[in-house]
């Protein structure tokens, strides 16, 4: 008991006293995964949008898909990746393996189906008298997306924000194509991973404190939107 207290003590010590090396390690996480769902975005929602308002066949086939792709775990995700990215793969010529735009490209794959099915759910419940009015008014058709998106930023930010969550909690892909290079793509969750195994709690105990207080944060922010959308409803 009296090891594990000294350990945690250890451990607020290196948060509180802002040790070098386990901030850079956090600095990089959010980086590459800001990164990740900054590029994902766009994409991600204007294939939700065009998955709730195009007429065309195969839109449940589609949707069923990525919500399959929902529960694939992340080192299946870093697998796929790492083979297409290794120097015998399709992709070896550009070295992307073991470099942090690896990492990025590896959390976009994870965090895309995620954007389109919760941005489809929340374009879904957008009213549908404001797609038709704006139609009738001759409104672009950019003009009418950023006013149905407008209309359910609550819920998009909601998905946006789970989204983050999920790629800057996972360690599969990141340890597969980042390799956990000091300084360079080692991130929180493969620094607590190699930590633990080395038998050096006191880095790993602070990194997931960062992590359960992100999670607090998201889920708070969470419950916020929850409550303004349920209050615009």
């Known amino acids: ?106 959390q976009m794959i994870l965090c895309f189906p995620i954007l389109v099915a919760l941005g489809y759910a929340a374009i879904q419940a957008a009213d549908v008298r404001v797609w038709e009015t704006a139609r009738t008014l001759g409104a672009p058709r950019w003009y009418i997306i950023l006013t149905i998106f407008y209309e359910v930023r609550y819920g998009l930010l909601a998905a946006v924000l789970t989204g983050f969550g999920r790629v800057i909690s996972e360690v599969g892909i990141s340890m597969m194509v980042g390799g956990n290079i000091m300084g360079y793509t080692r991130n929180i969750t493969t620094a607590i991973a190699l930590e633990t195994s080395k038998g050096e709690f006191a880095q790993g105990i602070a990194l997931g404190f960062v992590l359960l207080s992100l999670a607090f944060l998201l889920t708070a922010l969470l419950s916020y939107i929850q409550s303004k959308n349920g209050g615009n409803t």
């Not at 006293?17 to 850079?24: F, P, R, T």
């Not at 959010?30 to 007429?55: E, M, R």
């Open 1 to 106: 008991m009296e090891g594990l207290l000294s350990t945690i003590q250890q451990a607020l010590q290196l948060l509180l006293y802002g040790d070098a090396e386990l901030w850079a390690i956090v600095l990089l996480s959010f980086s590459v995964s800001i990164k990740a769902i900054s590029l994902t975005t766009p994409l991600a929602l204007l294939l939700a949008f065009s998955l709730a308002y195009g007429n065309y066949p195969g839109v449940r086939i589609i949707l069923a898909f990525f919500n399959s792709l929902l529960s694939v775990p992340t080192v299946v995700v870093g697998l796929f990746l790492y083979v297409l990215l290794t120097r015998q793969g399709p992709f070896g010529d550009l070295r992307l393996l073991f470099t942090q735009s690896a990492m990025v490209i590896g």
